[in-house]
């Protein structure tokens, strides 16, 4: 259940904690100001239900930080009309359309009063190229037809009933959204869709995504679920940094360090629910990865943990998952 706010300033406060990109107000209509946010997380995907007044907000280049240009963000219309202004997009939204918004970047919004729905994704679980981000930011994006109106469907109920799930579950949910969200925005490009391989490679890295704590995903199963051969598959990722087997310890090392510092779980359970069989292999892995012990994430005392310089991609160990 969220929050219902009588008070502008106590809003703005509640939206920062809930972790929005800030925004400045400009107006709204004058009278009885209500607004209600609600905020849930599900895996590294965050959802902010936003019900408020006639007004306007901006967010200019004093007010960014550091941390959104690690995030890309979706807004969603679900009731009322918005317009969202950013570089050289203008996107007019009604009921269900969507937009792509560059948070580390100025944009004005603009809406009568209205229920939105904003998910931030990470950029890395997003993947999109620079030139198709700039190509999509401040686009409206018609929610009533296509793979946008499945990511328009889903988030209408999501902020509000993300409940109940363990985080192997929160995680793969949440791969799978972003994962819808990629197909939405890939459609919105039309005609300057990737080539074949550009395409093929994107959905394997969805899958891999959405599989990571499967211990049985190997470069053989990836190959054989898109119907390519284990050395087309190489050849497909033969000029990207990683290769398949290192991207999946990769990712997964970068799942286990998240869940670490943000759990009391042992390294064993997290080594574990992220497709690391042995505890010991896994620690020295990610020690030649990280520089420091795994434990260490998991004392008060974060202070006390010494940083080394990180090892390069391709660098991460003697991994176990074989390039076949």
């Known amino acids: 259940m969220g929050s219902v706010f009588t008070d502008i300033e106590a809003f703005g406060e509640t939206l920062a904690a809930s972790g929005l990109p800030p925004v400045l107000s400009r107006r709204h209509d004058g009278g009885e100001f209500r607004a209600d946010v609600v905020a849930r997380d599900l895996g590294p995907l965050k959802l902010i239900q936003l019900v408020t007044p006639e007004g306007e907000c901006f967010r200019d280049a004093r007010s960014t930080r550091a941390a959104d240009e690690e995030l890309w963000q979706i807004d969603l219309v679900t009731?009322?009309?918005?317009?969202?202004?950013?570089?050289?997009?203008?996107?007019?939204?009604?009921?269900?359309?969507?937009?792509?918004i560059d948070p580390s970047r100025p944009v004005r919004f603009a809406s009568t009063a209205s229920t939105h729905v904003t998910m931030l994704v990470p950029r890395q679980e997003l993947r999109l190229r620079p030139g198709d981000a700039a190509r999509l930011v401040?686009?409206?994006?018609?929610?009533?037809?296509?793979?946008?109106?499945?990511?328009?469907?889903?988030?209408q109920g999501m902020a509000r009933s993300l409940t109940g799930f363990r985080?192997?579950?929160?995680?793969?949910?949440?791969?799978?959204?972003?994962?819808?969200?990629?197909?939405?925005?890939?459609?919105?490009?039309?005609?300057?869709?990737?080539?074949?391989?550009?395409?093929l490679r994107d959905r394997i890295l969805g899958y891999i995504e959405a599989r990571l704590s499967d211990r049985d995903l190997t470069p053989a199963g990836i190959a054989a679920a898109h119907h390519i051969s284990v050395r087309r598959l190489?050849?497909?990722?033969?000029?990207?940094?990683?290769?398949?087997?290192?991207?999946?310890?990769?990712?997964?090392?970068?799942?286990?360090?998240?869940?670490?510092?943000?759990?009391?779980?042992?390294?064993?359970?997290?080594?574990?629910?992220?497709?690391?069989?042995?505890?010991?292999?896994?620690?020295?892995?990610?020690?030649?990865?990280?520089?420091?012990?795994?434990?260490?994430?998991?004392?008060?005392?974060?202070?006390?943990?010494?940083?080394?310089?990180?090892?390069?991609?391709?660098?991460?160990?003697?991994?176990?998952?074989?390039?076949?």
């Open 79 to 100: 009731r009322g009309r918005a317009r969202v202004e950013q570089g050289r997009g203008t996107a007019d939204l009604s009921s269900a359309d969507l937009v792509l």
């Open 138 to 155: 401040g686009v409206g994006i018609k929610g009533d037809r296509g793979p946008a109106a499945l990511v328009s469907s889903l988030a």
């Open 167 to 199: 985080t192997n579950e929160a995680d793969r949910s949440a791969a799978a959204v972003i994962e819808l969200v990629a197909v939405a925005l890939e459609a919105q490009l039309g005609d300057a869709r990737p080539a074949p391989d550009e395409a």
């Open 234 to 324: 190489h050849k497909l990722f033969q000029d990207q940094p990683l290769t398949v087997a290192a991207l999946i310890r990769h990712r997964r090392l970068e799942r286990c360090r998240a869940d670490l510092a943000r759990s009391d779980r042992t390294v064993a359970a997290v080594a574990a629910r992220w497709g690391f069989a042995d505890p010991a292999h896994f620690s020295r892995l990610f020690k030649a990865t990280y520089g420091y012990n795994a434990a260490a994430l998991t004392s008060n005392n974060r202070a006390r943990t010494v940083m080394v310089p990180t090892a390069r991609p391709g660098q991460d160990g003697d991994a176990q998952i074989a390039e076949r």
